[in-house]
């Protein structure tokens, strides 16, 4: 009797443990209590949405209690209206969107994000008749293919020429707060080039210009550009691969090439959706950090399967071949003359989702550049500006849950960063890049504004 009470003890503890360990299990991996469960979220049709598209179709959204419907929208414009309206909870958006918003250069509202979305993923493509003129100044190398990166040097003779023959230069890019009008502005002015300005009473970015930089949506790249409306363009993925495959183009460098592992896009939410929804904010984040490390994980082994996807009608929308170009390590520049550039779309690897003050310093040190800040202003305000939109503690208490669950490692965040990253030197123009000291990284740039310079009566006045 005393054995079969043992046995019996023994067996009810045993299953005491099991239902215990199964009860945590249970209680770790459930989901947030989210205070909104059905989310309507905004994309453009560009390939770096993928985590989105990944989310949703690997069920990471669901795993976090959440039903979200993706949009995709017509511009950067209308995608950023909707979410401060409150038609979209959240949406991928440029990472200079949620920086300008909060200043007030453009839209006045308080955006914020907590999630970087990638790196690099932009190319800078011109016009078959350009490239072949830009193409006589390119240094050659033994194999008699041009030397990368191509630099804007090269491309400077041929605006000379075209404007000795009274013909401005046009030039597109995806919006005024864009990487994309950011980064083509930095390629062309390393080369000589300026870009033009921005100030309080036009905001074109063309006052006093070598290249006249404007808006064009994304899909309508390349359709604009065999218009012969624009002679080249700076966009993302699949567009300047496009132009490729319709012979119409070539795209001469990658953002990879102008500052090596750039942060793109980011997801951006408003501040009072964010304090409203703290756990649902949580809840995506997680979402998107899994999808990026899917992206990302054994060396891209799933980027195959991300090209079907995105090229689904409801995601890009591009033939699978074009996307397929650039999100499997390759870029091809002139026809035929495909390259490896491994990390051209990068989604998880490199930190590149946590949002980093010194990403969102450098973006508004552009803005400071070109006129869009108008007025001098210290480094304690470029410092207090990237506290008000990027958030990091969100992004490692998102984190921190998933390493807890099982679903992501320790290693793979940076948990005792201060939100800068290193001094960075890998720009094509050889200046160095400290987030803590944006005026001294102004006042090295030879074209632009810096100190207490600023744009009037079309000129740039101040010293």
């Not at 990638?118 to 293919?145: E, F, H, R, Y």
């Not at 973006?363 to 304690?380: C, F, N, S, V």
């Amino acid at each position: 009797m005393a054995q079969t009470s043992h046995t019996l003890s023994r067996l009810l503890a045993s299953a005491a443990a099991v239902i215990a360990l199964t009860a945590g299990v249970s209680a770790i991996a459930a989901p947030l209590d989210v205070e909104k469960d059905q989310l309507k979220l905004g994309f453009i049709k560009l390939t770096d949405m993928a985590p989105l598209a990944i989310a949703a179709e690997k069920g990471f959204f669901e795993d976090e209690g959440l039903s979200v419907t993706l949009e995709p929208q017509a511009n950067w414009k209308v995608l950023l209206d909707r979410v401060i309206s409150g038609e979209l909870d959240g949406a991928h958006m440029l990472a200079g969107q949620p920086l300008g918003a909060t200043i007030g250069f453009g839209t006045k509202a308080h955006i914020v994000t907590a999630f970087s979305m990638d790196l690099n993923g932009n190319g800078i493509t011109l016009s078959n008749d350009v490239w072949q003129k830009m193409k006589a100044n390119v240094p050659k190398g033994a194999d008699g293919k041009p030397v990368h990166p191509i630099k804007a040097d090269a491309l400077k003779p041929v605006i000379a020429q075209y404007k000795a023959e009274g013909k401005p230069f046009n030039m597109g890019m995806v919006f005024p707060v864009s990487t994309h009008n950011y980064e083509l502005r930095y390629w062309l002015a390393s080369g000589g080039i300026n870009p033009g300005f921005y100030s309080p009473t036009d905001v074109s970015g063309q006052i006093g210009a070598d290249a006249l930089l404007s808006v064009t949506p994304p899909p309508q790249m390349p359709a604009t550009l065999e218009a012969g409306t624009i002679y080249g363009y700076s966009v993302g993925e699949p567009w300047n691969q496009q132009a490729v495959m319709k012979g119409i183009g070539v795209p001469v460098i990658t953002d990879t090439e102008i500052w090596k592992n750039n942060p793109e896009k980011v997801f951006g939410v408003t501040d009072d959706w964010a304090k409203k929804n703290p756990k649902t904010h949580l809840a995506v984040v997680k979402a998107l950090i899994r999808a990026a490390q899917w992206l990302d994980e054994n060396n891209n082994a799933n980027r195959a399967e991300a090209v079907k996807i995105l090229a689904k009608p409801e995601y890009v929308g591009a033939d699978a071949k074009v996307i397929a170009n650039s999100m499997t390590g390759t870029f091809e520049y002139e026809k035929g003359d495909k390259r490896d550039v491994p990390d051209f779309n990068v989604f998880f690897r490199y930190n590149a989702t946590y949002p980093f003050y010194s990403d969102a310093v450098w973006y508004l040190t552009q803005m400071r550049r070109w006129g869009q800040i108008a007025e001098a202003k210290p480094d304690a305000w470029y410092d207090e500006t990237a506290r008000k939109v990027y958030k990091p503690d969100v992004y490692l208490q998102a984190a921190k849950l998933l390493v807890e669950e099982g679903k992501s490692k320790e290693a793979d965040f940076p948990w005792k960063s201060d939100g800068y990253k290193p001094v960075d030197n890998g720009f094509i123009d050889g200046i160095p890049y400290d987030g803590r000291k944006p005026n001294d990284y102004l006042a090295k740039q030879p074209i632009g504004l810096k100190g207490d310079q600023k744009v009037e009566g079309g000129q740039v006045v101040g010293g």
